[in-house]
């Protein structure tokens, strides 16, 4: 595949800046089972031994992180269809 324009290559670092900046604005008791789950990709069993929580804990912590994320880039005007948001 090609490789991305120079401005395309900004305007997605960009992009990647705004979505890491995001994350870390979420509560924590949010934000870290969604970095270790869904950015890391660790088994929700594994983030509930570290956090000291249960698998359907982090699992719901992880939606509403999600659910916050989206909500918020919605508000940003990053909607669906005008930017690809893999959460």
């Keep these: ?14 992009a990647m800046d705004f979505l ?3 994350i870390r604005a979420l509560p924590e008791e949010l934000r870290v089972p969604f970095v270790l789950g869904a ?3 660790q088994p929700y069993k594994e ?4 956090l000291g929580l249960s698998a359907k804990a ?3 912590r992880i939606y ?3 659910q916050q994320l989206c909500e918020r880039l919605t508000r940003l005007g990053f909607g ?5 948001t893999e959460l």
């Design 1 to 14: 595949s090609p490789q991305p324009s120079p401005a395309e290559h900004a305007t997605s670092k960009e």
């Design 20 to 22: 890491e900046a995001e």
């Design 39 to 41: 950015v890391e990709h």
């Design 47 to 50: 983030v509930a031994a570290i």
């Design 58 to 60: 982090v699992e719901v």
């Design 64 to 66: 509403r992180a999600r």
């Design 80 to 84: 669906p269809g005008k930017h690809s």
